[in-house]
């Protein structure tokens, strides 16, 4: 027996035994042995017996030891010499019998609730004390074959093997479990006896043998806790396992397993603060941390979870599969929108969780829950929707008592609440230390996809749409880390496969989505419904903690029902009170207040005014999506909140700057289709567009921005003439996957646009392609950098559009992946451009190794190409061999830069160098990280000592150790060079000093980087 149970022992027998002539009892000593049996009757102290009790109970394991009352309780103790144990002992059976009531005061025994004691009928004290060694032996299962059903069937814990003594109960009311539901518990109905049940404990004067021998007493109340559990288990296994996807939706359901998905829970503070693994966590903690008092408040935003997770719990106890959860005889789970300050619990489990027509007796379970309250479990959903507001603590029930722990103590409770409750559920009337405190934090970016996944489970390739939609967007990864909105996203591309680019349009589908099955709700009503529930919404919106419920008084006549008609209110069942309505979650709440303050503008502008000088006062970002949902397909209306904001910022807007993102979310929630306000257009476009690291939602408002002034026809002021401005358009580190396509077109309407550089923007082979299309009728764009996009392998899909941009002398190809079949796709439309030039050529970066061969002979007609980039990984010297050889007949020797860094050049420079000679114009040569040796290093020096332009030769990062001497005198003929870098490269102090005689006499040179070299002790 436990220190709990010990303490509730201890209690009931200081109860139990309050007067002098109570403390002694009848008790009959039986012997029986072959000859026959003789009885002894006498008297013994209550207190003996109840020792006895305790001693057997510890030799167990098992069992409840009741509170002995001689009025009430009759002491039997057989001995039996013909069956000793092992050890040789007499066998000793206790009967410890309640004696029939002399009144009616109790119904005729229900034999089905007060089952007679055999280990067919679970120890009391087993879902307290989960077996964990073999003092607790594990359910024996051929009593209770293997479910056919998908789900495990109830706590198999509470079904032991019966005795020969003790037939199982007839079966035949209890059936196999269907496929869809686990059976009920088989041992809540066992066969009956004639008499009043006996209470039978055998245990072995030896302990070590005593194993297999079981305890059963039961406690006041046991009935009515054997039946009230029956109940629930079936009620958490049946209806309340599925979880409704919309809550207006009666018919849109799926299974708790079907849905569920971990969620990211947090505990501690500063230091200490650390991640839970699931529910159970906070269940052990509490064990091990409050034995008396154990209480969790588990916070987290408006659809975060919690009401699943509590489902989840229930769920998880009724069928068995939580070993965590046995402990519990019975969990309640109680929904707080339907409790008031003076609400009771028993009051609340009958109202909410059991049938009307329930045998449970109310006093009974009452008395129970009072005796046994460390096998209760209490989930109270939602404190944040309490419906008392000024509590009077001289008016609370025992809801509230529980929770300030004037009752019930040792119960475990788990209470939910948003974070604006949690000091007013934290306070001195209410919860007070020690408790947990939990965080609900909803998803984390593993939980999305595996939620998506169980959601589109017989469609995978709807799920993986999806999940890539979300993942490019920051927006929708942002609202997919809240089950709720998750779930919104989920409903809607189940039905179109897609979804909408604006945050109003999205909300406004899911609003349609729901009343769309409704077929007898038209357009028209919803507006209306909208509009009206909005006006108590904006209460709530613009009130200090925003207020999220409403009592039904709240509504203007005839609108109740029309909510409810269309269900964006729904009704909870409150027995013995007028009924209650809940508004939606707090983005509809926020939805249908944007709706209603929309309406205002045409009729009432003032009262419009007045609550848009209120939310820019008190901070626009606060109410973001209030001002964008505003902003709906309404130009008038966006115009209006445009100016107020910007009549408000101080600042400049900028793509940098939260207030002119703002200002541009609410332009594209307008979906204007004229040319865009003037404040817009010159905060926003200037000669030059640097966008870097905008989120998805912020890319495509101001693609939609772009998109409105290209769309413009040519006049004056048109938008295309604003755009005309532009000549320098940069991109970077910007996820374009999504609105790539609606950027393209854009571009042509920059028709003085110079430079573009998509820098890292997550393009692939048919973004760029587009992009390529609409760049090529713009006569001026000399440059296009698409550094950082993985193309690789797409080459021929885009390299035609290449060849059409006529003007194009740059073209930067970095870090994308080519590989090269790829490089030659490139090279081969660019030979033949007449009167046109390739000034820059970099394919730094790329394993091209051993593929020079299959485009260099094209690279030759690049008439003007001055600089070329060669930098990479996995070149050989045979490329090198390839490369330079068509390139030195270049007209007019104009190649004056050349790149071939980190490339494995190491023994080959003599088949390569002599072609490096013909380029007279060179001046800058990078050789760094080319794994050159000494003899490399002389090739290359007597290679460029007649070049006349030489300025800059990079040797870094190669292995020159010792070598100085045999290649300085050829550097010494570098006459024009100003710039020798050998940093990292293993010189030692005498590698310094011929270096050093070498540079003396040139004439212009001025830097000499040794960085990174064991010079020490070598300076003098």
């Not at 030769?953 to 710039?979: A, F, H, I, P, Y």
Request: hydrophobic share 35%; proline share 5%.
């Amino acid at each position: 027996m436990d220190e709990r149970e010990a303490r509730q022992t201890t209690t009931s027998q200081e109860d139990a035994t309050t007067t002098e002539e109570h403390r002694r009892i009848q008790v009959d000593v039986v012997t029986t042995d072959s000859q026959g049996g003789t009885t002894v009757p006498g008297t013994v102290p209550v207190a003996v017996v109840q020792q006895m009790l305790q001693h057997m109970q510890q030799i167990s394991g098992s069992g409840n030891v009741p509170t002995i009352n001689p009025t009430g309780y009759t002491v039997t103790i057989n001995t039996s010499r013909d069956n000793p144990d092992q050890s040789g002992q007499p066998s000793v059976n206790i009967n410890v019998s309640e004696k029939p009531p002399s009144t009616s005061q109790y119904p005729p025994a229900d034999q089905s609730a007060n089952p007679p004691s055999s280990s067919q009928h679970p120890p009391a004290d087993q879902s307290a004390n989960p077996p964990s060694s073999s003092q607790h032996p594990p359910a024996d299962q051929s009593e209770n074959p293997p479910s056919t059903s998908q789900y495990p069937p109830a706590d198999q814990s509470e079904n032991p093997q019966s005795t020969p003594q003790h037939p199982p109960a007839d079966q035949s009311e209890n059936p196999q479990s269907t496929p869809q539901h686990p059976p009920a518990d088989k041992s809540e109905n066992p066969q009956s006896t004639p008499q009043q049940p006996t209470t039978q404990q055998t245990a072995s004067q030896t302990q070590e043998h005593s194993s297999s021998k079981k305890v059963k007493f039961d406690s006041p109340g046991q009935d009515a806790a054997d039946s009230c559990e029956k109940s629930l288990r079936s009620l958490y296994m049946t209806t309340g396992s599925y979880v409704q996807l919309l809550p207006w939706v009666g018919d849109d359901m799926k299974h708790i397993l079907d849905i569920f998905t971990k969620l990211q829970l947090k505990t501690g503070k500063g230091e200490n603060e650390f991640m839970l693994a699931s529910y159970e966590d906070i269940i052990l903690l509490l064990s091990r941390a409050y034995h008396l008092n154990p209480i969790a408040i588990l916070t987290g935003l408006a659809g975060s979870g919690k009401t699943t997770l509590f489902d989840k719990i229930a769920y998880d106890w009724a069928v068995g599969s939580s070993r965590v959860l046995q402990r519990y005889k019975l969990v309640f789970k109680l929904k707080m929108h339907s409790l008031d300050e003076t609400s009771g619990h028993v009051t609340a489990v009958f109202n909410q969780l059991l049938a009307e027509d329930t045998c449970v007796d109310k006093g009974r379970l009452d008395t129970f829950i009072k005796h046994s309250p460390m096998k209760v479990l209490i989930l109270l959903d939602g404190f944040d929707e309490f419906k008392t507001t000024s509590l009077c603590e001289s008016k609370f029930g025992s809801i509230l008592n529980i929770l300030n722990r004037m009752t019930l103590r040792g119960c475990t409770v788990l209470v939910s609440t948003r974070p604006s409750h949690y000091d007013r559920l934290v306070s001195w009337d209410l919860v007070q230390e020690p408790f947990t405190h939990v965080e609900v934090l909803g998803f984390n970016n593993k939980s999305v996809p595996e939620y998506v996944n169980k959601f589109f489970s017989h469609e995978p390739d709807k799920a993986k749409g999806l999940i890539d939609r979300i993942k490019s967007s920051d927006l929708l990864s942002g609202m997919a880390e809240s089950p709720l909105l998750l779930l919104a996203l989920c409903l809607l591309w189940r039905d179109d496969g897609t979804l909408v680019e604006t945050v109003s349009s999205l909300f406004h589908k899911g609003v349609a989505f729901i009343f769309k099955r409704k077929e007898d709700v038209s357009e028209e009503e919803v507006s209306r419904v909208l509009v009206d529930i909005g006006k108590i919404s904006l209460q709530g919106v613009l009130a200090p903690g925003q207020l999220l419920s409403f009592k039904q008084s709240d509504f203007k006549a005839g609108v109740l029902d029309m909510a409810l008609k269309a269900g964006i209110l729904t009704r909870q069942r409150v027995l013995g009170k007028p009924a209650t309505h809940d508004s939606l979650e707090f983005i509809y709440n926020e939805f249908s207040a944007a709706m209603y303050w929309q309406s205002l503008l045409e009729e009432h502008k003032e009262k419009f005014r007045k609550i848009l000088n209120q939310v820019v006062s008190e901070g626009p970002k606060k109410f973001e999506y209030l001002l964008r949902f505003c902003c709906r397909e309404n130009e008038a209306c966006t115009n209006v909140i445009l100016k107020a904001l910007h009549g408000s910022c101080r600042e400049k807007w900028s793509l940098k700057s939260e207030m002119g993102r703002l200002a541009l979310h609410c332009f594209c929630e307008g979906q204007s289709e004229r040319l865009p306000p003037d404040v817009l257009i010159h905060s926003f476009i200037a000669d030059q567009i640097i966008i870097e690291g905008l989120d998805s939602d912020g890319l495509e408002s101001f693609t939609y921005f772009l998109k409105c002034l290209a769309g413009q026809p040519i006049k004056k002021k048109s938008g295309s003439t604003h755009l005309a401005k532009v000549n320098k358009l940069v991109v970077l580190q910007c996820n374009l996957t999504w609105c790539a396509m609606n950027l393209a077109p854009t571009m042509s309407s920059m028709t003085n646009l110079r430079s573009v550089g998509l820098y890292g923007c997550s393009l692939t082979g048919k973004h760029f392609a587009k992009i390529a299309e609409s760049l090529k009728d713009l006569a001026k764009l000399v440059e296009l950098d698409l550094s950082g996009n993985d193309l690789g392998g797409t080459a021929e899909s885009w390299c035609k559009q290449v060849k059409q941009l006529k003007a194009l002398t740059k073209l930067v190809l970095v870090g994308c992946s080519l590989n090269g079949q790829d490089i030659k796709h490139v090279v081969e439309p660019l030979k033949d451009r007449p009167k046109r030039a390739v000034h820059e050529w970099d394919v730094s970066g790329y394993n091209l190794g051993g593929s020079a061969d299959s485009w260099c002979m094209d690279a030759k007609h690049w008439r003007t190409l001055t600089k070329m980039g060669w930098g990479g990984r996995s070149r050989h010297g045979r490329d090198m061999r390839h490369g330079p050889e068509p390139l030195r007949d270049l007209p007019n020797l104009v190649l004056v830069e050349l790149d071939i860094s980190n490339n494995n050049l190491g023994g080959t420079a003599e088949s390569w160098c002599k072609q490096v000679k013909h380029w007279k114009a060179l001046k800058k040569l990078g050789l760094g990280g080319c794994s050159l040796n000494g003899e490399d290093v002389k090739h290359v020096a007597e290679s460029l000592k007649d070049q006349r332009n030489l300025v800059e030769l990079d040797l870094s990062r190669n292995d020159l150790g010792g070598t100085t001497e045999t290649w300085c005198m050829e550097v010494k003929q570098l006459r024009t060079l100003t710039k020798l870098f050998l940093g990292d490269c293993s010189l030692n102090g005498q590698d310094i000093k011929h270096v050093a005689e070498s540079l003396g006499d040139l004439p212009n040179f001025v830097e000499l980087d040794l960085s990174n070299n064991n010079l020490g002790g070598t300076a003098e």
